[in-house]
């Protein structure tokens, strides 16, 4: 069973290399740059998401997660919704404020986040399945970053 984050990252480092995501370690956390999106002209960037994989020990799961934006009453959450339908591991939550500058769910401002999670069990976790969680993670959060903050390009 893994205990802390040194017998994690081997696990993330693996389903980095699966889905072809760079790879960084901070602290007990580690970070994926997921390819989400191909660009669709020459000028544009591919898109990509960030995305935070930990061990929750007193849990006794891992933790793929990313913040998607700041959350406001005025966004469609049926929209939200709709678009949640054929996920098979992550979740939408609208996350707390910061308590503290070390609180990653929210900003400085005290902006309650929208935040795109999945939580795996540590039992038995293989880097396949932790790959598709993150994959999953990563896609949604860029659907619903296009759905909810992308503003339409002018001509």
Do not use: K, N, W
């Amino acid at each position: 069973m893994l205990r802390g984050p040194m017998e994690l990252r081997p696990l993330v480092q693996a389903a980095a290399r699966a889905i072809d995501a760079a790879f960084e370690e901070e602290v007990d956390s580690f970070f994926l740059t997921v390819h989400v999106q191909e660009a669709q002209s020459e000028d544009d960037d591919d898109r990509t998401q960030l995305v935070m994989v930990h061990a929750d020990v007193e849990a006794d799961v891992v933790v793929v997660t990313t913040d998607v934006g700041p959350y406001d009453d005025d966004i469609d959450l049926a929209e939200v919704l709709r678009l949640m339908r054929d996920s098979v591991m992550a979740r939408v939550y609208i996350g707390e404020p910061a308590a503290s500058e070390g609180d990653l769910e929210s900003d400085e401002d005290g902006v309650e986040p929208l935040v795109v999670e999945a939580c795996l069990p540590r039992r038995g976790l293989d880097a396949e399945v932790l790959a598709t969680a993150v994959q999953e993670v990563a896609e949604i959060a860029d659907d619903l970053e296009v759905l909810l903050y992308d503003e339409p390009l002018e001509d």
